[in-house]
């Protein structure tokens, strides 16, 4: 049982490249989340997933779309990264209203 | 306007002292109150929750918070810091609709 899983854990992009973000859960959990943390910003959300099939918009969603694949996996995707978009970034997910949320160990996320 | 707010960003306490985080909310509704600690590079892992019943819960680690409706304050508590608890300590708030509030978070330091 491995929880939440993301990856990369790293990644270095250049002014325009585009990547995705992988997460996955085995919790059978119907949410999904994304966040980016920033220093004295706290946890900001960029989208989730009440439900597999729906995706709804955070606090911070410009720059990013997502995919909910199935109900395991949630992705997020830059389509053309910008210095603004370093950050690190967290797939979280849960079960039920309101119910605790459980966390991916992170992707460091580096655009130059 | 829902938010929470953590007033202390830095915290510094010998080991062995006691410690009491605090965080106040505002929320229109019943909160759900969680406590997070995120060690340094690391996901955030859940110490404790309130969703309803004894006001004062127990978590993980020898964590301890109570909900004051009154003072909308769910503050941590520990009665002895160990040098492992220094990490960042997030509140958070959510009711029924699967998203958290999050505060920005209190840096808790452990001088040996």
């Known amino acids: 049982n491995a929880g939440v899983t993301q990856t990369p854990k790293f990644q270095v992009l250049k002014t325009g490249q585009s990547m995705t973000l992988q997460c996955a859960q085995d919790?059978?959990?119907?949410?999904m989340y994304w966040y980016r943390q920033d220093p004295g910003m706290g946890l900001r959300l960029i989208y989730y997933?009440?439900?597999?099939?729906?995706?709804d918009k955070g606090e911070v969603p410009n720059g990013y779309n997502v995919s909910r694949l199935n109900k395991r996996e949630f992705s997020l995707r830059l389509e053309s990264a910008a210095p603004s978009q370093t950050s690190v970034y967290f797939c979280?997910?849960?079960?039920?209203?309101?119910?605790?949320?459980?966390f991916g160990p992170g992707t460091s996320l580096t655009v130059t | 306007a829902q938010s929470v707010t953590q007033p202390d960003i830095h915290i510094t306490v010998s080991e062995g002292a006691s410690l009491e985080l605090r965080c106040n909310y505002s929320?229109?509704?019943?909160?759900?109150l969680f406590w997070y600690v995120q060690s340094p590079g690391q996901g955030l892992q859940l110490l404790l929750k309130?969703?309803?019943?004894d006001t004062l819960v127990q978590g993980i680690k020898g964590f301890e918070a109570e909900f004051k409706r009154s003072q909308s304050s769910f503050n941590l508590r520990k009665p002895s810091v160990h040098w492992s608890d220094a990490a960042e300590y997030f509140c958070?708030?959510?009711?029924?609709?699967?998203?958290?509030?999050w505060g920005l978070g209190t840096s808790l330091a452990v001088n040996p």
């Open positions: 929320y229109g509704a019943t909160p759900y």
């Open positions: 309130y969703f309803s019943g």
């Open positions: 997933s009440a439900s597999e099939g729906t995706t």
């Open positions: 958070a708030v959510g009711g029924n609709n699967r998203k958290l509030i």
């Open positions: 919790m059978n959990h119907n949410s």
């Open positions: 979280a997910s849960s079960e039920g209203v309101s119910a605790e949320q459980y």
